[in-house]
């Protein structure tokens, strides 16, 4: 199942029209209703929100798989809390490819925080908000989605696939990540993403 319990009416219709072309019918819940859900006896269902849901004491960390969308001034990703309960956490721009990648990611029970969230953080506060490398801050946006699903364990022709470029181009990124990040090989790229936990 997945439940939507969003503010904004435009990003509702969004998230339910793009939801609904992948096969999915979302069911858009008042609070009583997500309540109700997460007394049932099912799987984790998800739970796409926005940070109006912590004003109506949801029970979302045992409940629901939650993936948040956050504004760009909000301090709310920057809780411990927040991340260890949350599969995925998005920017309200986050753009269609992104998302798409997070809904999979967490559909397989993995967890998807997006970068420029934690980037927004960094440049409010001068540091990081979860205390990792800031080395990251250097790549490129593309160099930044390259090095996630080479972490992820994609070859380069899968993620010439998710990110509509050719495989060629994915292994001059590759190359280019090898030599700006300093490492000798992928499994080097693989351990700076797994420190730079902000990157997720």
Do not use: M
Request: positive net charge; hydrophobic residues 40%; charged residues 25%.
């Amino acid at each position: 199942d997945i439940f939507i319990h969003l503010s904004s009416l435009i990003l509702k219709k969004g998230v339910s029209f793009y939801l609904q072309s992948w096969g999915y019918s979302p069911l858009s819940v008042t609070r009583e209703g997500l309540l109700s859900a997460a007394l049932g006896d099912r799987d984790k269902p998800i739970l796409i929100c926005d940070e109006d849901i912590f004003n109506k004491g949801i029970p979302f960390s045992k409940n629901y798989k939650l993936l948040l969308f956050v504004s760009e001034n909000s301090l709310i990703s920057n809780s411990e809390s927040i991340k260890e309960h949350s599969y995925g956490i998005c920017s309200l721009k986050i753009s269609p490819a992104d998302f798409s990648y997070a809904l999979k990611q967490i559909l397989v029970g993995k967890k998807y925080f997006q970068p420029e969230v934690f980037r927004q953080q960094v440049k409010k506060s001068g540091n990081s908000p979860l205390g990792e490398l800031t080395v990251l801050s250097d790549l490129t946006s593309r160099e930044r989605e390259v090095l996630r699903h080479i972490a992820n364990e994609y070859t380069n022709k899968e993620i010439a696939e998710i990110l509509f470029i050719s495989p060629r181009t994915v292994e001059t990124h590759r190359r280019n990540l090898i030599q700006k990040l300093k490492v000798k090989n992928s499994v080097g790229l693989v351990k700076i993403y797994l420190e730079a936990r902000y990157i997720a």
